[in-house]
């Protein structure tokens, strides 16, 4: 059987091996770790160097003359201030291939790419990977777009904006790298053809989300409905309706006034009978008095007709596209089905009676026609019975002539006047006004009932919500166990993983204020109108719906009070914004998302300190991340305390260099020492050397790197022993 240290062939590095036989031996005939780097050279940086170019016009030095050999385990590389450590790591993150330009402080415009001799094009860098493959590039380019990463790199500066980004809701990228690393762990029959989580939940959720988009076209429908009621209600609208109503009566006062005079119907006591033109104009009159009847009655038929047709069209067309809806459904279920061998009808039936309905539309537009044509004959018969009328009375003595005139301007009078008070379902007339006043007394009721169904199916949307969160919660089982084997971090950290609901209040508090003025109404105020909004929010718990319903639907009162009818709500709205629109911002719950996340001990992400966040996104990485690619830090332990350094980061990252390359900048001893780097570079840099960056490389066991890890590290050996006389002298 054979043995394998990890040291360096020096009594020195025996030492080390005998100090930690865990970590640097091996009884086997491979290990691990060794045979993994051999079998995914790609995986694995080799080598370094960094010279000027050709012709390169700089005389400084910088980099020039770099040639650095790459461990495949834990490289830790240290130095003092400003000695050009993260200058080394982004050399090698920009060799990599990188896509995190925007966190580098070193090759950045503003300090090495600066300057009129443009001293980061002057140079070069070459990366050689296990595998043979070679990359050089200028230090002033950035990443290739369209070639893949093939280095990791994270800066405490990458730490802080994701996690403060992910708390202030201006990013989603926290979540998209959680989603990376559970599709990651995602069993492969799960999933199946899908390329991330993203797919493979849109697929598996695509119900819920039709459900949630179901109950938003409602309240689209409700809101609608409510902003035209509350319109209604205010006193602009009640004034229009008495002024136009005010408006008809006195119409109708003057109609009153212009009442034909009565004239008396001539007798004639000699005459035993009427005579044949008498008898026949009473005759006409009574004609014409039932056609008028009949066309009365015949125009009430055709409104409801009128009323039936345009009901029954929505309905058919309503029909129309619930079939064509259906039919898309089918066709993606019956492509979906195949794959399982079933048969689309075996298990969907979907069936409209949408030609009943077309039938019944057409009977009415039948009866329609039918009215029309009988309205048409009246009219003829009318005009003939008119001249008729008009005949006989020219054959009349003057009084008869007289009477029979007088009878015909008052039927015209009494017609005028039936028209102008109407009834209550004809627009514009007395009767059609004093009936929407007497119902403006009903509207606060009806405002009400919309008002909860509002409320209900905020509720509704926010059930489907949940339940995308709940149902997402046993993708974390396998990380879970991981992380319950690595000592310290599931006991005493309690690192846990979350899908939970998540508010974005600094958008939501953008978009209000974008719809509602500041200068009126109940959010007045530049500071304290969002201060105000902002606290009304931190009082909801968007995980319980009777809390969401009633904290959203208190925004909505506190935007006019509650003593104020709908209507005051229009003033407060900004140019252009309707009342709808606004309903349809606060209640459709867009901002509110089925999110994952980390905690701490209980603790959620929002409410960790800075440095509680950078722990649990190193716990990300480090150990859960199946990400083979070679990771570099830049000081992963700023923002942290000793011991939780030695305590967490330490055994991470003793179990995350077994299966990556690690390249960490660091000034924590703990981490160097402790985490027994297989690979150290000190760096240095001499300004008065033409700015010559010099990196000494070896194993912490080398008696040269060993001295630069204790004055680095530890303050120099002095200072080392005068704590260490404290502590235990």
Same mark, same amino acid.
Not at 23 to 34: A, E
Not at 57 to 74: A, R, V
Not at 195 to 207: M, R, T, V
Not at 214 to 233: D, F, I, K, M
């Given at each position: 059987?054979?043995?394998?240290?990890?040291?360096?062939?020096?009594?020195?590095?025996?030492?080390?091996?005998?100090?930690?036989?865990?970590?640097?031996?091996?009884?086997?005939?491979? &290990?691990?770790?060794?045979?993994?780097?051999?079998?995914?050279?790609?995986?694995?940086?080799?080598?370094?160097?960094?010279?000027?170019?050709? /012709?390169?016009?700089?005389?400084?030095?910088?980099?020039?003359?770099?040639?650095? &050999?790459?461990?495949?385990?834990?490289?830790?590389?240290?130095?003092?201030?400003?000695?050009?450590?993260?200058?080394?790591?982004?050399?090698?993150?920009?060799?990599?291939?990188?896509?995190?330009?925007?966190?580098?402080?070193?090759?950045?415009?503003s300090r090495f790419k600066s300057g009129s001799t443009q001293r980061a094009g002057s140079f070069e860098a070459k990366l050689t990977w296990r595998n043979g493959d070679e990359e050089i590039v200028s230090l002033d380019q950035k990443a290739k777009a369209e070639l893949p990463e093939r280095v990791k790199y994270i800066s405490q500066t990458y730490?802080?904006?994701?996690?403060?980004?992910?708390?202030?809701?201006?990013?989603?990228?926290?979540?998209?790298?959680?989603?990376?690393?559970?599709? $990651?762990?995602?069993?492969?029959?799960?999933?199946?053809?899908?390329?991330?989580?993203?797919?493979?939940? =849109?697929?598996?959720?695509?119900?819920?989300?039709? @459900?949630?988009?179901?109950?938003? @076209?409602?309240?689209?429908?409700?809101?609608?409905?409510?902003?035209?009621?509350?319109?209604?209600?205010?006193?602009?609208?009640?004034?229009e309706l008495k002024e136009k109503l005010a408006s008809k009566k006195l119409e109708l006062g003057d109609l009153q006034a212009k009442k034909p005079a009565e004239v008396l119907k001539p007798g004639d006591a000699t005459e035993a009978s009427p005579t044949a033109e008498a008898q026949r104009l009473g005759a006409i009159a009574q004609e014409l /008095?039932?056609?008028?009847?009949?066309?009365?009655?015949?125009?009430?038929?055709?409104?409801?007709?009128?009323?039936?047709?345009?009901?029954?069209?929505?309905?058919?067309?309503?029909?129309?596209?619930?079939?064509?809806?259906? =039919?898309?459904?089918?066709?993606?279920?019956?492509?979906?089905?195949?794959?399982?061998?079933?048969?689309?009808?075996?298990?969907? *039936?979907?069936?409209?009676?949408?030609?009943?309905?077309?039938?019944?539309?057409?009977?009415?537009?039948?009866?329609?026609?039918?009215?029309?044509?009988?309205?048409?004959?009246?009219?003829?018969?009318?005009?003939?019975?008119?001249?008729?009328?008009?005949?006989?009375?020219?054959?009349?003595?003057?009084?008869?002539?007289?009477?029979?005139?007088?009878? #015909?301007?008052?039927?015209?009078?009494?017609?005028?006047?039936?028209?102008?008070? /109407?009834? $209550? +379902?004809?627009?514009?007339?007395?009767?059609?006004?004093?009936?929407?006043?007497?119902?403006?007394?009903?509207?606060?009721?009806?405002?009400?009932?919309?008002?909860?169904?509002?409320?209900?199916?905020?509720?509704?949307?926010?059930?489907?919500?949940?339940?995308?969160?709940?149902?997402?919660?046993?993708?974390?089982?396998?990380?879970?166990?991981?992380?319950?084997?690595?000592?310290?971090?599931?006991?005493?950290?309690? #690192?846990?993983?979350?899908?939970?609901?998540?508010?974005?209040?600094?958008?939501?508090?953008?978009?209000?204020?974008?719809?509602?003025?500041?200068?009126? /109404?109940?959010? @007045?105020?530049?500071?304290?109108?969002?201060?105000?909004?902002?606290?009304?929010?931190?009082?909801?718990?968007?995980? +319980?719906?009777?809390?969401? $319903?009633?904290?959203?639907?208190?925004? @909505?009162?506190?935007?006019?009070?509650?003593?104020?009818?709908?209507?005051?709500?229009?003033?407060?709205?900004?140019?252009?914004? *309707?009342?709808?629109?606004?309903?349809?911002?606060?209640?459709?719950?867009?901002?509110?998302?089925?999110?994952?996340?980390?905690?701490?001990?209980?603790?959620?992400?929002?409410?960790?300190?800075?440095?509680?966040?950078?722990?649990?996104?190193?716990?990300?990485?480090?150990?859960?991340?199946?990400?083979?690619?070679?990771?570099?830090?830049?000081?992963?332990?700023?923002?942290? !305390?000793?011991? *939780?350094?030695?305590?967490?980061?330490?055994?991470?990252?003793?179990?995350?260099?077994?299966?990556?390359?690690?390249?960490?900048?660091?000034?924590?001893?703990?981490?160097?020492?402790?985490?027994?780097?297989?690979?150290?570079?000190? =760096?240095?840099?001499?300004?008065? !050397?033409?700015?010559?960056?010099?990196?000494?490389?070896?194993?912490?066991?080398?008696?040269?790197?060993?001295?630069?890890?204790?004055?680095?590290?530890?303050?120099?050996?002095?200072?080392?022993?005068?704590?260490?006389?404290?502590?235990?002298?």
């Open positions: 059987m054979k043995t394998w240290i990890k040291a360096e062939p020096t009594f020195r590095g025996l030492l080390h091996a005998i100090k930690e036989p865990v970590f640097r031996s091996y009884i086997g005939d491979v &290990p691990p770790k060794k045979a993994f780097v051999e079998a995914n050279g790609r995986l694995f940086m080799k080598r370094l160097q960094i010279s000027a170019k050709a /012709g390169a016009k700089t005389s400084e030095k910088w980099f020039s003359g770099t040639d650095l &050999p790459l461990n495949p385990d834990l490289v830790a590389v240290i130095g003092n201030k400003g000695s050009g450590k993260s200058g080394l790591a982004e050399v090698l993150a920009l060799a990599g291939n990188s896509k995190a330009h925007d966190f580098f402080t070193f090759l950045v415009d730490f802080e904006d994701l996690c403060n980004d992910h708390v202030t809701g201006k990013s989603d990228r926290f979540s998209m790298e959680i989603r990376k690393v559970l599709f $990651s762990h995602l069993d492969q029959a799960d999933r199946g053809s899908h390329q991330n989580l993203d797919e493979y939940l =849109a697929a598996k959720e695509q119900p819920v989300q039709e @459900r949630i988009e179901g109950y938003r @076209r409602e309240l689209r429908r409700v809101s609608a409905q409510l902003s035209e009621l509350e319109r209604q209600s205010g006193s602009a609208h009640e004034n /008095g039932q056609l008028e009847l009949a066309s009365a009655a015949a125009d009430a038929t055709r409104r409801a007709l009128v009323e039936r047709r345009t009901v029954l069209t929505s309905v058919a067309e309503r029909l129309l596209a619930f079939e064509q809806q259906a =039919a898309r459904t089918s066709d993606a279920l019956r492509s979906e089905l195949q794959q399982v061998n079933v048969a689309l009808d075996d298990v969907v *039936t979907v069936q409209t009676k949408r030609a009943q309905v077309l039938e019944v539309r057409n009977a009415t537009e039948h009866a329609l026609g039918e009215l029309a044509m009988r309205q048409q004959e009246r009219a003829g018969k009318f005009e003939i019975l008119v001249q008729e009328r008009t005949r006989l009375q020219e054959q009349l003595d003057q009084p008869n002539k007289d009477y029979q005139d007088y009878v #015909v301007r008052l039927a015209a009078w009494e017609k005028s006047v039936k028209v102008l008070v /109407g009834q $209550s +379902d004809e627009a514009e007339t007395i009767a059609f006004y004093e009936s929407r006043l007497a119902e403006l007394a009903g509207l606060p009721v009806r405002c009400k009932v919309l008002e909860a169904e509002q409320d209900g199916l905020v509720k509704k949307i926010h059930a489907e919500l949940l339940s995308v969160a709940e149902s997402r919660r046993p993708l974390f089982n396998v990380v879970e166990q991981l992380v319950a084997t690595v000592p310290g971090v599931a006991t005493e950290l309690k #690192v846990g993983f979350q899908s939970g609901l998540f508010f974005d209040r600094q958008g939501f508090v953008e978009r209000f204020f974008s719809l509602v003025k500041q200068n009126t /109404g109940g959010f @007045r105020g530049d500071d304290e109108g969002p201060a105000k909004l902002f606290t009304m929010l931190r009082a909801i718990d968007f995980n +319980d719906a009777d809390s969401v $319903s009633t904290g959203l639907r208190a925004i @909505r009162i506190a935007i006019t009070g509650a003593d104020s009818t709908g209507a005051a709500l229009l003033p407060i709205l900004r140019t252009k914004v *309707t009342a709808e629109q606004l309903y349809e911002y606060l209640f459709d719950l867009c901002h509110l998302e089925a999110k994952f996340s980390l905690s701490l001990a209980g603790t959620s992400i929002q409410q960790m300190s800075p440095g509680q966040r950078g722990a649990l996104l190193l716990i990300f990485y480090l150990l859960v991340d199946t990400d083979p690619t070679p990771l570099i830090l830049d000081q992963p332990e700023e923002n942290l !305390d000793n011991q *939780t350094v030695y305590s967490m980061l330490v055994p991470i990252i003793q179990r995350a260099k077994e299966r990556r390359q690690i390249v960490m900048v660091t000034h924590n001893a703990n981490l160097a020492v402790c985490c027994d780097a297989e690979q150290i570079i000190h =760096a240095e840099f001499d300004r008065s !050397d033409q700015f010559a960056l010099a990196y000494a490389s070896g194993a912490v066991e080398s008696t040269e790197l060993n001295r630069s890890v204790l004055d680095v590290l530890e303050g120099t050996t002095p200072a080392f022993d005068n704590r260490r006389n404290k502590y235990f002298g």
